[in-house]
Nanobody, 119 residues
Framework: QVQLVESGGGLVQAGGSLRLSCAASGSINIISSMGWYRQAPGKQRELVAAITGGNTNYVDSVKGRFTIARDSAKNTVYLQMNSLKPEDTAVYYC??????????????WGQGTQVTVSS
């Protein structure tokens, strides 16, 4: 079983910055991809950014403002969010996929962290 613990959310004014962290622990053999999703009230959960190997991808609305990075040694993924806008307000969820020590595929979610951007 693989657990994800997120941190770093909070309240910030528009134009400000926040850095989210997500640490994976448990029966991990390989993590193939890690990513951040978000869900605003009344909206579907959407992929914000993901990193697979050395490749990254972002939803268009955050390109140039958000940066995803991964520390493989620590099984941790980060999301640096700059120039935040009120429309970035949402609960942000970490996701990881890979293979456990018992050679089973896994896909895990964090508990979510609230990001609120005031105008």
């Amino acid at each position: 079983q693989v657990q994800l613990v997120e941190s770093g959310g909070g309240l910030v004014q528009a134009g400000g910055s926040l850095r989210l962290s997500c640490a994976a622990s448990g029966s991990i053999n390989i993590i193939s991809s890690m990513g951040w999703y978000r869900q605003a009230p009344g909206k579907q959960r959407e992929l914000v950014a993901a990193i697979t190997g050395g490749n990254t991808n972002y939803v268009d609305s955050v390109k140039g403002r958000f940066t995803i990075a991964r520390d493989s040694a620590k099984n941790t993924v980060y999301l640096q969010m700059n120039s935040l806008k009120p429309e970035d307000t949402a609960v942000y969820y970490c996701n990881a996929a890979g293979v456990t020590l018992s050679h089973r595929a896994f896909g895990s979610w964090g508990q979510g962290t609230q990001v609120t951007v005031s105008s």
